[in-house]
């Protein structure tokens, strides 16, 4: 899949990933959902979290900029070479919570990420270093690999735990 070049790209892309994460999940009962062991430890559930705390990070790296702050990338304590350390963090920091809160958690991340993509211009997601926190990078390059291309990351791993857990039964 090559990376949006346009703000109506950005959107059309993360609208159809998300739905089609959505139609996977619509044909999941809630206990599926919170069995884990689908992908690695995680359940569905944990997918959900580990993408609606990616979103807020990027929600919230795009916040404390315009606050003219400087955020800790990828997070206050973590490197990016530290990746499987932070998602193994926001798993153990989301594997109690309900999974309707999650899952309320990811509708409303969600919604929040396409409304900024909404409001702001092709400049300001397109202009590499516009933002001094994302330095050289161009905003729309964290949007898209919180929204389209994680969305789509996520219901492959999905879909290959649950073609696995099938053929255990």
């Known amino acids: 899949m090559p990376r949006p070049t346009t703000k109506t790209a950005i959107l059309s892309e993360s ?3 998300y739905a089609a994460l959505e ?3 619509a044909t999941l009962l ?3 959902m919170a069995q884990p062991g689908l992908v690695g430890e995680w359940s569905v559930k944990d997918v959900l979290a580990h993408l609606t705390e990616w979103t807020q990070m990027v929600l919230g790296w795009y916040a404390a ?3 003219g702050e400087t955020p800790a990338l990828p997070a206050p304590g973590y490197k990016w070479n530290q ?3 932070l998602n193994q963090h926001i798993y153990e920091k989301y594997r109690d919570e309900a999974l309707a809160d999650v ?3 990811f509708h409303t991340t969600h919604r929040q990420i396409m409304a900024l993509v909404e409001s702001l211009s092709e400049e300001e997601l397109f202009t590499p270093g516009r933002y001094d926190w994302a330095r050289a990078n161009a905003l729309a390059s964290y949007i898209v ?6 969305y789509n990351w ?8 649950l073609r696995a857990r099938e053929g255990q039964t």
């Open 30 to 32: 809630p206990e599926e």
């Open 145 to 150: 690999s919180c929204t389209s291309s994680h």
């Open 103 to 105: 899952l309320q958690g």
């Open 23 to 25: 139609q996977l999940l």
């Open 65 to 67: 900029g315009l606050r």
């Open 154 to 161: 996520a219901r492959t791993e999905l879909r290959k735990g």
């Open 15 to 17: 609208r159809k990933e």
């Open 83 to 85: 990746l499987p350390a």
